[in-house]
């Protein structure tokens, strides 16, 4: 017996309504929310530089470039959904480094087991804010990060360049899981970012980027970031922007 045209109308109607359901689930911008805690972690690790990509190093990396700051500043940490719930990318900022230095240091570093991640005797001169990318040319990776994660404070403070953090106080960082990554996410989360950062009046913002990565040199530029205007390894590399070892310097007005 063949369907009646009212089961058939029904049957399209209601894939018309799924169709329609799914296209209304697309990604978005929203807030930090403790149940994002494990994807931000485990977006940390898969987008690590590549130098990075193995353990014991993978494990420590997003515990200096993640969960402190969700930690201390829930409130610059934006999501980007896939529409459905699951956090899929992340942006993660501090308004003032030097403010974020010293609860880093107070309230963060207390919280890691030492029994796990042993802090090393402090090497000065070994952390510069681009560990990562020159303990992979020449050196241990996971040492590197212990290093970074113990005493960060030239990779925050950059005390060299002090115009640095009086200029551009507020610092970022931004990752997106590979197969969500070229669709606008990124622009929406910095996006979402310069908006609060603006709200609250902070001045400017700087990142460090890998030199190698000259893909996110244009997108960066193209969300009005530039490199910072100084020349930063003593005239090594005749760019400016550029640190010693490689790593890329941009900032951005906020206000």
């Known amino acids: ?30 807030a930090y929310g403790p149940a994002d805690l494990e994807a931000v972690m485990h977006i940390c690790r898969v987008t690590a530089h590549s130098a990075a990509a193995h353990e014991p190093a993978n494990t ?23 529409g459905h719930g699951d956090c899929v990318g992340y942006c993660v900022a501090a308004p003032c480094s030097a403010t974020y230095l010293e609860r880093y240091k107070s309230e963060y570093l207390p919280t890691i087991d030492r029994s796990v991640y042993p802090p090393p005797p ?23 990060l212990l290093q ?19 200029d551009y106080p507020a610092h970022l960082h931004i990752d997106i899981l590979p197969e969500y990554q070229g ?21 400017g913002i700087h990142l460090m980027k890998s ?12 969300m009005g970031f530039e490199r910072y205007p100084v020349i930063m390894d003593g005239g090594e590399s005749g760019e400016i ?6 790593g890329v310097c941009m900032v951005q007005k906020s206000s």
Not at 3 to 11: Q, V
Request: aromatic share 8%.
């Open 1 to 30: 017996m063949a369907p009646s045209n009212s089961k058939i109308a029904g049957a399209r109607l209601q894939q018309i309504q799924r169709v329609m359901e799914e296209s209304s689930r697309r990604p978005f911008i929203r």
């Open 60 to 82: 420590i990396v997003p515990l200096i470039f993640a969960l402190p700051y969700v930690i201390l500043y829930p409130e610059y940490t934006f999501i980007l959904d896939n």
């Open 122 to 144: 402090p090497n000065p001169g070994a952390v510069a804010g681009n560990e990562i990318e020159r303990a992979g040319k020449n050196g241990d990776v996971a040492a590197a």
């Open 148 to 166: 970074r994660l113990y005493y960060p404070d030239e990779s925050v403070l950059h005390s060299k360049w002090p115009g640095l953090l009086e």
């Open 183 to 203: 669709h606008g996410g990124g622009k929406n989360l910095i996006t979402a970012l310069m908006e609060k950062l603006q709200a609250d009046r902070v001045r």
């Open 211 to 222: 030199g190698e990565n000259k893909g996110a040199e244009i997108f960066y530029c193209r």
């Open 241 to 246: 922007g550029r640190k010693t070892g490689g």
